[in-house]
T-cell receptor, first 111, second 113 residues
Framework: GQQVMQIPQYQHVQEGEDFTTYCNSS?????IQWYKQRPGGHPVFLIQ?????EVKKQKRLTFQFGEAKKNSSLHITATQTTDVGTYFC???????????FGTGTRLQVFP | NAGVTQTPKFQVLKTGQSMTLQCAQD?????MSWYRQDPGMGLRLIHY???????DQGEVPNGYNVSRSTTEDFPLRLLSAAPSQTSVYFC????????????FGPGTRLLVL
């Protein structure tokens, strides 16, 4: 079945440094979503990408969807302590209603 | 709107006991799903439903049953709890299936002894 992996599993950065998490699917995806989960909280939707090669920005966050629609990335510029949490990608293959989540990347930001 | 609600927030079970985790949404969402979250394994899909009366299996359905008799409710039943089912369980809903935005409940933390 469809598998979605993320690297790294953990990342510790100094405040102001950049951060990137990578998402790789075993199958081609029709779309990919990104979620953020604060410690002790629940996942909250950030963004969705649908088109091959699509790039979207939200303030300091940049999201990319690979040309083959099998990978994606999230890049945070100049991290802040408010960025702390676990970032998940989630994708849906074609001809399925299943939304499969990646393994997540936990980000810790030191002031 | 209350959004997606889950009860209980925390539960301790003994091996072999059964219980039902409740999930309800008041947003008239057709699509609902259950995930379990374990350290290092992300969120794994247990069961999902595209509408009342329709359910289907996710990645890890064994040991769990679901039903969808109404649009609002999507309970998850553990028939005979096992320590391997110790986890945090999240319910989610969306207006339609993916790629619609998923709205998550606050979660239920389950400990099976």
């Amino acid at each position: 079945g469809q598998q979605v992996m993320q690297i790294p599993q953990y990342q510790h950065v100094q405040e102001g440094e950049d951060f990137t998490t990578y998402c790789n699917s075993s199958t081609t995806l029709s779309n990919i979503q990104w979620y953020k989960q604060r410690p002790g909280g629940h996942p909250v939707f950030l963004i969705q990408l649908v088109k091959s090669g699509e790039v979207k920005k939200q303030k300091r966050l940049t999201f990319q969807f690979g040309e083959a629609k099998k990978n994606s990335s999230l890049h945070i510029t100049a991290t802040q302590t408010t960025d702390v949490g676990t970032y998940f990608c989630a994708g849906t293959g074609y001809n399925t209603d299943k939304l499969i989540f990646g393994t997540g990347t936990r980000l810790q930001v030191f002031p | 709107n209350a959004g997606v609600t889950q009860t209980p927030k925390f539960q301790v079970l003994k091996t072999g006991q059964s219980m039902t985790l409740q999930c309800a949404q008041d947003m008239n969402h057709e699509y609902m799903s259950w995930y379990r979250q374990d350290p290092g394994m992300g969120l794994r899909l247990i069961h999902y439903s595209v509408g009342a009366g329709i359910t289907d299996q996710g990645e890890v359905p064994n040991g769990y049953n679901v039903s969808r008799s109404t649009t609002e409710d999507f309970p998850l039943r553990l028939l005979s709890a096992a320590p391997s089912q110790t986890s945090v369980y999240f319910c989610a809903s969306s207006y339609a299936g993916p790629p619609e935005t998923q709205y998550f409940g606050p979660g239920t933390r389950l400990l099976v002894l």
